[in-house]
């Protein structure tokens, strides 16, 4: 049976998306208290940042936009404060939101400066939009390898 690939433009700023990345931003917020040095490896890292106005002429229905809610809303709950601060700050030189973090933009946002960031894709095309949008980051390594792998490289290695 055929699978269609996972395309992170068809979900950009979505409800699934946005459910996502509050859930990972719950998750990174708490990491940031901690005094250990962190690292972070995203396994599918996608472009890392999106530009909406070139992802909307790709989607039609309004309700892929549930981040639009986030960012607009006065919500007081500690997540979606966060989350919100992040969408905010990426976006602070327009009153509209015109960039979404991808999961590694918002990773990057709660990371320390001696916390690690891997990233892997790959896509060759996307992969290299990750690259030129990650391009200023420091402490970061950008892998066009199969995500899976790293990971059972990374994590599963005997040492």
């Not at 991808?102 to 916390?115: E, H, N, Q, T, V």
């Not at 992969?127 to 980051?137: D, I, P």
Request: proline share 3%.
């Amino acid at each position: 049976m055929y699978r269609r690939p996972y395309i992170h433009d068809d979900y950009v700023a979505g409800l699934e998306d946005t459910i996502l990345h509050l859930l990972l931003s719950c998750v990174l917020n708490s990491r940031a208290e901690s005094s250990t040095l962190g690292a972070y490896i995203d396994t599918h890292a996608g472009a890392g940042l999106y530009r909406l106005e070139s992802i909307k002429k790709k989607q039609h229905d309004a309700q892929k936009y549930s981040s639009l809610l986030f960012f607009k809303a006065n919500l007081k709950n500690t997540t979606t404060v966060s989350f919100r601060s992040r969408l905010r700050n990426l976006n602070r030189s327009s009153r509209a939101m015109r960039l979404y973090p991808g999961a590694p933009a918002l990773a990057k946002a709660f990371c320390r400066s001696a916390d690690n960031l891997v990233l892997s894709e790959q896509d060759p095309t996307i992969y290299h939009r990750l690259l030129r949008n990650t391009s200023t980051w420091s402490n970061i390594a950008v892998l066009k390898t199969d995500g899976f792998e790293l990971a059972r490289r990374t994590l599963l290695s005997p040492d």
